[in-house]
């Protein structure tokens, strides 16, 4: 087992000796992934600049099989291989550093404990890409984030690692750090891109996806954080080095965090495929003395929960997530035990996308908004049996219906709740005044609550 609590981490972007994470920017060792004149850091952006031509960093980057990591998963050097290599005009990479899932904690870490591997990161895939300019949008609740990757930045250009002349090649580079203003609709690749260009943030079209026109109608490859921040270990260690860890369909590294009912809330480094037991158990410290687990949300807010301690044996990768039942996402784990309520979890859950809907599409601004609704409800008192069934038709009005996946991330979790939860609903409605009336009257369901039906059951 090769991971650890964090403040120890062995990141992604090791160098020799295994430096620490936090070891890369903190003040006192900044020196040493920034030397002047001595080997050290951002040695693998020198060596691409002077020996690797960008078809031979995208090969190298497809042979380590380094999966996006913000929930898709797609192959990274497939992604920057679709760029136009013929486009006359500028291109772009854009960093998602939005990390607006409830429930996720690592990419704000990478920016603030090694933004140097970040921007060496960037600059590999633009010199891969053929692009000059790296656009990093991060949350605008991020503020040490934002303060200590744009100090970074700024001590790249007083050094000549950033700018028109980088590292004395001719070659040009720029990275420009962008806040965005909390909205989680943003986290969504083509409304970040309109938010970076100054306009509201609202999901578009696909296609044309934004390889071909992206940012200001330009190519833009657009990653997240902890996939660029992968890149500089694929280059100085090789492909072999990332692809010997893992798993075959997941290979290498993956940094996951922890949160909810643990003794040692965190995030720390794993290799693809160790067992989600291992991760709650001996590295967050377990559940608390005399608890069971109830639940287990593997990737944030938007995935389904895994029922009770079967999820102890499921690999985290992407392949052993889906088989689970759930996803991977983006690594948030969430622990439930057997004190938690799930009508509350995913009242919290629908309340947070019924707020974040952009309310484009209808599916996704009245379903999360029902939704919402109908839990309050229960939990007020006035559930009916009725109300699950109800819930499962709204969820089946939103998933493959909304415009842009957030209204997939708002049913996914709700659905899980009420097919493999269906007791913590009905103890609910069991002591709902309304269920209780009609109950008497011989009817075991009810209309939804603000209808005529329910309120002449009440009024008798």
């Given at each position: 087992?090769?991971?650890?609590?964090?403040?120890?981490?062995?990141?992604?972007?090791?160098?020799?000796?295994?430096?620490?994470?936090?070891?890369?920017?903190?003040?006192?060792?900044?020196?040493?992934?920034?030397?002047?004149?001595?080997?050290?850091g951002?040695?693998?952006?020198?060596?691409?600049?002077?020996?690797?031509?960008?078809?031979q960093?995208?090969?190298?980057?497809?042979?380590?099989?380094?999966?996006?990591?913000?929930?898709?998963?797609?192959?990274?050097?497939?992604?920057?291989?679709?760029?136009?290599?013929?486009?006359?005009?500028?291109?772009?990479?854009?960093?998602?550093?939005?990390?607006?899932?409830?429930?996720?904690?690592?990419?704000?870490?990478?920016?603030?404990?090694?933004?140097?591997r970040?921007?060496?990161?960037?600059?590999?895939?633009?010199?891969?890409?053929?692009?000059?300019?790296?656009?990093?949008?991060?949350?605008?609740?991020?503020?040490?984030?934002?303060?200590?990757?744009?100090?970074?930045?700024?001590?790249?250009?007083?050094?000549?690692y950033?700018?028109?002349?980088?590292?004395?090649?001719?070659?040009?580079?720029?990275?420009?750090?962008?806040?965005?203003?909390?909205?989680?609709?943003?986290?969504?690749?083509?409304?970040?891109?309109?938010?970076?260009?100054?306009?509201?943030?609202?999901?578009?079209?696909?296609?044309?996806?934004?390889?071909?026109?992206?940012?200001?109608?330009?190519?833009?490859?657009?990653?997240?954080?902890?996939?660029?921040?992968?890149?500089?270990?694929?280059?100085?260690a090789?492909?072999?080095?990332?692809?010997?860890?893992?798993?075959?369909?997941?290979?290498?590294?993956?940094?996951?965090?922890?949160?909810?009912?643990?003794?040692?809330?965190?995030?720390?480094?794993?290799?693809?495929?160790?067992?989600?037991?291992?991760?709650?158990?001996?590295?967050?410290?377990?559940?608390?003395?005399?608890?069971k687990?109830?639940?287990?949300?593997?990737?944030?807010?938007?995935?389904?929960?895994?029922?009770?301690?079967?999820?102890?044996?499921?690999?985290?990768?992407?392949e052993?997530?889906?088989?689970?039942?759930?996803?991977?996402?983006?690594?948030?784990m969430?622990?439930?035990?057997?004190?938690?309520?799930?009508?509350?979890?995913?009242?919290?859950?629908?309340?947070?996308?019924?707020?974040?809907?952009?309310g484009?599409?209808?599916?996704?601004?009245?379903?999360?908004?029902?939704?919402?609704?109908?839990?309050?409800?229960?939990?007020?008192?006035?559930?009916?049996?009725?109300?699950?069934?109800?819930?499962?038709?709204?969820?089946?009005?939103?998933?493959?219906?909304?415009?842009?996946?957030?209204?997939?991330?708002?049913?996914?979790?709700?659905?899980?709740?009420v097919?493999?939860?269906?007791?913590?609903?009905?103890?609910?409605?069991?002591?709902?005044?309304?269920?209780?009336?009609?109950?008497?009257?011989?009817?075991?369901?009810?209309?939804?609550?603000?209808?005529?039906?329910?309120?002449?059951?009440?009024?008798?």
């Amino acid at each position: 087992m090769n991971g650890i609590r964090h403040e120890c981490i062995t990141p992604v972007s090791a160098l020799d000796n295994e430096i620490g994470i936090r070891s890369l920017a903190d003040y006192e060792s900044k020196a040493r992934y920034v030397p002047d004149g001595k080997p050290g850091g951002y040695r693998a952006i020198q060596h691409v600049l002077n020996n690797m031509s960008p078809e031979q960093v995208i090969d190298e980057v497809k042979a380590s099989g380094l999966r996006g990591k913000g929930g898709a998963g797609f192959p990274t050097g497939l992604k920057w291989s679709f760029v136009p290599k013929d486009h006359p005009g500028p291109k772009y990479l854009a960093i998602n550093g939005d990390e607006g899932e409830p429930g996720t904690f690592k990419d704000r870490y990478i920016m603030e404990d090694c933004p140097h591997r970040l921007i060496e990161g960037a600059m590999i895939a633009m010199h891969a890409i053929g692009a000059e300019q790296t656009y990093c949008y991060i949350r605008g609740e991020f503020y040490d984030s934002l303060r200590l990757l744009d100090d970074a930045v700024k001590e790249c250009y007083a050094k000549g690692y950033l700018g028109d002349n980088v590292f004395g090649t001719g070659k040009r580079m720029h990275f420009q750090v962008h806040t965005g203003a909390g909205a989680y609709i943003c986290g969504e690749e083509t409304s970040m891109l309109s938010s970076i260009e100054g306009s509201r943030g609202h999901p578009k079209m696909k296609p044309p996806f934004p390889a071909i026109e992206g940012v200001f109608r330009k190519p833009t490859i657009i990653n997240n954080v902890e996939s660029i921040a992968c890149a500089p270990a694929i280059i100085d260690a090789g492909a072999g080095w990332f692809t010997a860890r893992g798993t075959e369909k997941s290979p290498g590294i993956k940094i996951v965090s922890v949160s909810g009912c643990v003794r040692n809330p965190g995030w720390w480094e794993i290799e693809y495929g160790t067992p989600i037991g291992v991760i709650v158990n001996e590295l967050a410290g377990g559940l608390l003395p005399g608890r069971k687990l109830k639940g287990l949300i593997p990737g944030g807010s938007s995935c389904p929960v895994i029922k009770g301690e079967a999820a102890y044996d499921v690999p985290f990768d992407y392949e052993g997530c889906v088989a689970g039942g759930s996803m991977l996402g983006s690594a948030a784990m969430i622990v439930l035990d057997d004190s938690i309520d799930m009508v509350g979890v995913m009242r919290n859950f629908s309340k947070f996308y019924a707020h974040e809907s952009c309310g484009k599409c209808t599916p996704c601004r009245e379903g999360t908004r029902w939704m919402l609704q109908i839990h309050q409800r229960i939990l007020d008192g006035g559930g009916t049996m009725e109300d699950l069934d109800l819930l499962i038709d709204i969820i089946n009005g939103i998933e493959a219906k909304s415009f842009c996946p957030l209204g997939d991330a708002a049913a996914w979790p709700v659905r899980s709740a009420v097919e493999r939860f269906p007791e913590d609903y009905i103890a609910w409605i069991e002591k709902s005044s309304r269920f209780n009336a009609l109950k008497e009257n011989g009817n075991g369901s009810a209309s939804p609550a603000g209808s005529e039906e329910a309120a002449e059951v009440e009024a008798s």
